[in-house]
Nanobody, 115 residues
Framework: QVQLVESGGGLVQAGGSLRLSCAAS????????LEWHRQAPGKQREFVATITSGGTTNYADSVKGRFTISRDNAKNTVYLQMNSLKPEDTAVYYC?????????WGQGTQVTVSS
């Protein structure tokens, strides 16, 4: 069983930065694709960024150039460095691990960007 625990959210002013972390239990972390998603109030959950086991990354257009996803397999942790934050980045941020049998989600961490 895999458990994902996000941390690092908080309140920040527009233009500021935050780094989110997602720590995973289990021994399969290094072989799996990890993603960050977010859900703003009243909106559907949306894709933010992904990183494969080989380190290939991809981003939503809305965050490209501002957010960076990375992983530390030794720590079973995936990160999301968020710079130049905007009020529209306000959301609950979730990490997801993709496996052949199911996807695992964390409980989410709140990010609030004030204008």
């Amino acid at each position: 069983q895999v458990q994902l625990v996000e941390s690092g959210g908080g309140l920040v002013q527009a233009g500021g930065s935050l780094r989110l972390s997602c720590a995973a239990s289990g021994s399969i972390f290094s072989t799996k694709t990890l993603e960050w998603h977010r859900q703003a109030p009243g909106k559907q959950r949306e894709f933010v960024a992904t990183i494969t086991s080989g380190g290939t990354t991809n981003y939503a257009d809305s965050v490209k150039g501002r957010f960076t996803i990375s992983r530390d397999n030794a720590k079973n942790t995936v990160y999301l460095q968020m710079n130049s934050l905007k009020p529209e980045d306000t959301a609950v941020y979730y990490c997801r691990m993709i496996t052949a049998t199911r996807n695992y989600w964390g409980q989410g961490t709140q990010v609030t960007v004030s204008s």
